[in-house]
């Protein structure tokens, strides 16, 4: 298994700024990514957060705006860019792991942009 | 593309009564399927999958699942729901090797237990 931890858990930002959420693993992993779900929605994957390599992003989803770090196997960054309320969301960090491919999710930054 | 299904935005079940949470999916190959529960300001917690072998799977807090390809369904049950059940129950379809943790999720269903 995996446990994941994410900071911060929840922010309240002003229109216009950034924030920087972290994502960290207990063990080494190849495949990590990072989800948003919307208010009283389902999840959506944003990216691929690669090692070594700039992130894959799913369409509807642009490097300016969700620019993504993941600088070793157990730590990624994603940072939401120029805040509008429509960012407003949890963002969760996701990795992959064990000999089955079992997806494990982080407990979710919660994020309210006003 | 895959695509999942959750017919039933909301569902409300006395406690001790039985639950089927209905998931249907749409996918090109074999699915890889999950249940997920996500209780009111927790993350998503995996309730049980399934991969490939015997359709009906065991997961979680006395969860079970039959996959049934003929019907492209993966119906979540419990016999007997107890008042810690409520919650938001989420399915997913994904995919094994390159494309493991890319899934695509249901809208939800939202599981209110009744005293």
């Known amino acids: 298994s995996a446990v994941i931890s994410q900071k911060p858990s929840r922010d309240i930002c002003q229109r216009g700024t950034s924030l920087t959420i972290q994502c960290q693993v207990d063990?080494?992993?190849?495949?990590m990514f990072w989800y948003r779900q919307q208010p009283g929605q389902s999840l959506t994957l944003i990216a691929t957060a690669n090692q070594g390599s700039e992130a894959t992003y799913e369409s509807g989803f642009v490097i300016d705006k969700f620019p993504i770090s993941r600088p070793n196997l157990t730590f990624s960054t994603l940072t939401v860019s120029n805040m509008s309320p429509e960012d407003s969301s949890i963002y969760l960090c996701?990795?992959?792991?064990?000999?089955?491919?079992?997806?494990?999710f982080g407990p979710g930054t919660r994020l309210t942009v006003l | 593309a895959q695509s999942v299904t959750q017919p039933d935005i909301h569902i409300t079940v006395s406690e001790g009564a039985s639950l089927e949470l209905r998931c249907n999916y749409s996918y090109g190959a074999t699915p890889y399927l999950f249940w997920y529960v996500q209780s009111p300001g927790q993350g998503l917690q995996l309730l049980l999958k399934y991969f490939s072998g015997d359709t009906l799977v065991q997961g979680i807090k006395g969860f079970e699942a039959e996959f049934k390809r003929s019907q492209s369904s993966f119906n979540l049950r419990k016999p007997s729901v107890h008042w810690s059940d409520a919650a938001e129950y989420f399915c997913a379809v994904g995919a094994a090797g390159t494309n493991a943790g890319k899934s695509t999720f249901g809208d939800g269903t939202t599981l209110t237990v009744k005293p």
């Open positions: 063990s080494q992993v190849t495949m």
């Open positions: 996701s990795v992959v792991a064990g000999s089955t491919d079992t997806q494990y």
